[in-house]
């Protein structure tokens, strides 16, 4: 196995337990490592201290392990067993009403590089890293044997996800199974899966408390729900009796999705429809006749370089919403964009109240769910962030 040394004085953050190992701190290497092969590192004193993939990039070594020992089935199938062992005792994986939830978080459950939604019998594994996608048919086959017949699929998605400058050439599809049934249940509601072609793992699984939440505040509302994606907050709204609920998407494709999944709940409910607009422009022209708004952008920023203009899109979408909100209304506004820090979002959005000259109160700060927790070892594994506000 390829040996990494570190430079002196480097392996502080990894005493430390966090699963990153920047290129900047390498010293040397013993031989030449492929792009997703596992290492081992060693401090200057040549002190074993880590495990894990070696990657081209910033970030050279991703953390498997602080143990040294092989990376192999037993490995796998342990990791798999663990993250699944937390998922039942949270109550999560053994919810009545609920078949969809996140079974492999990256770093929050020590296995970065790698993500694993549940959506009924089918997995949907994504990797991130090279060292992930060469793994992939190990970690298949350990994902199989410690769920057992409670997945009767899984399938691969990374096309989009890995380094493009590994020349992984990653095609998506079945690794087990193949079945066509995509409609999954949360808490009781009925939605389909585009794992095929949808963003992400084929729906955002990491909002499923928040919209439990806003079934809490729809009662007798008009919602707007922009950038609705495939409907999730708009069939809660729906349930939680709201008097009417609009969802905008840019994308006529998850317009699509959404009228489906509402006609799945709801069928013939002449209380929602859907539009495939810009979500400014339809602000710019859409009245006050709302009193709850969902905002839940694409994350505006996917790396440091882009934080500026992220920023002032945020400030930007807020003001519009705090412009025309009804007096007494309540926005739902958040960030998935992992380089955006909750200090970031909060001005950003606190700024764009201010500017609006409305009375703002916060009822509540919002995060990701327990299912796609955050390592406390690496803190930037805490990506969602969300405000809930009154609007006087």
Same mark, same amino acid.
């Given at each position: ?16 337990f966090?699963?990153?190992?920047f ?6 290497i ?12 060693y ?5 074993f ?6 990657q081209i ?15 192999n ?13 937390m ?8 919810h009545?009403?609920n078949n ?8 929050g ?17 994504? #990797?991130?890293? &090279?060292?992930?996608? $060469?793994? *992939? @048919?190990?970690?298949?086959?350990? %994902? ?5 017949d ?11 996800t890995?380094?493009?400058?590994a020349d992984l ?12 049934e ?7 509601l ?5 794992w ?5 793992t ?5 909002q ?11 009662k007798?509302?008009?919602?707007l ?23 905008v ?5 998850a ?20 539009f #495939?607009?810009? &979500?400014?422009k339809y $602000?710019? *022209? @859409?009245?006050?006749q709302?009193? %709850?708004i969902?905002?839940d ?6 790396h440091?370089?882009a934080?500026?203009n ?8 807020n003001a519009?919403?705090f412009?025309k ?9 958040f ?5 955006v820090?909750?200090?970031n ?18 009822l509540?700060?919002?995060t ?6 955050v ?7 805490e990506y969602l ?8």
């Amino acid at each position: 196995m390829y040996k990494v040394y570190l430079k002196s004085g480097k392996e502080e953050s990894l005493k430390r337990f966090h699963p990153w190992i920047f290129s900047g701190a390498i010293s040397h290497i013993d031989g030449e490592p492929e792009e997703g092969e596992v290492v081992e590192v060693y401090t200057a004193k040549k002190e074993f201290i880590a495990t894990g993939h070696f990657q081209i990039g910033s970030i050279a070594v991703r953390v498997l392990s602080f143990r040294q020992e092989p990376i192999n089935h037993d490995f796998w199938k342990r990791k798999l067993a663990i993250a699944y062992d937390m998922r039942r005792s949270i109550g999560i994986a053994t919810h009545p009403s609920n078949n969809t939830y996140r079974l492999v978080h990256g770093e929050g459950d020590n296995l970065p590089g790698l993500v694993i939604d549940i959506y009924a019998k089918t997995a949907v594994m994504q #990797a991130h890293s &090279a060292g992930m996608h $060469l793994n *992939r @048919m190990d970690i298949a086959e350990a %994902l199989s044997e410690v769920m057992g017949d409670r997945i009767e699929n899984i399938y691969y998605k990374s096309e989009t996800t890995l380094p493009f400058k590994a020349d992984l050439f990653p095609e998506n599809g079945f690794l087990k199974g193949g079945s066509n049934e995509n409609i999954a249940l949360e808490y009781g509601l009925k939605f389909h899966v585009d794992w095929l072609k949808g963003q992400k793992t084929g729906f955002f699984v990491d909002q499923r408390e928040n919209r439990a939440l806003l079934e809490r505040y729809a009662k007798d509302r008009s919602v707007l729900n922009m950038f609705c994606y495939t409907g999730g907050f708009s069939f809660y709204a729906m349930r939680g009796g709201a008097r009417l609920v609009h969802s905008v998407d840019s994308s006529a494709k998850a317009i699509e999705l959404t009228n489906q999944n509402v006609e799945l709940n709801f069928p013939g409910d002449p209380r929602h429809q859907a539009f #495939a607009e810009d &979500a400014f422009k339809y $602000l710019d *022209r @859409m009245g006050d006749q709302y009193d %709850l708004i969902i905002l839940d952008p694409p994350a505006f920023a996917k790396h440091k370089d882009a934080l500026r203009n992220a920023l002032q899109g945020y400030r930007k979408l807020n003001a519009k919403a705090f412009e025309k909100i009804r007096p007494g209304g309540i926005l739902f506004t958040f960030s998935c964009s992992q380089v955006v820090t909750k200090e970031n979002f909060r001005t950003a959005v606190f700024t764009a109240a201010a500017m609006s000259g409305r009375s703002v109160r916060i009822l509540h700060q919002l995060t990701q769910p327990a299912d796609h927790p955050v390592n406390i070892y690496h803190p930037e594994g805490e990506y969602l962030k969300g405000l809930v506000l009154y609007v006087e």
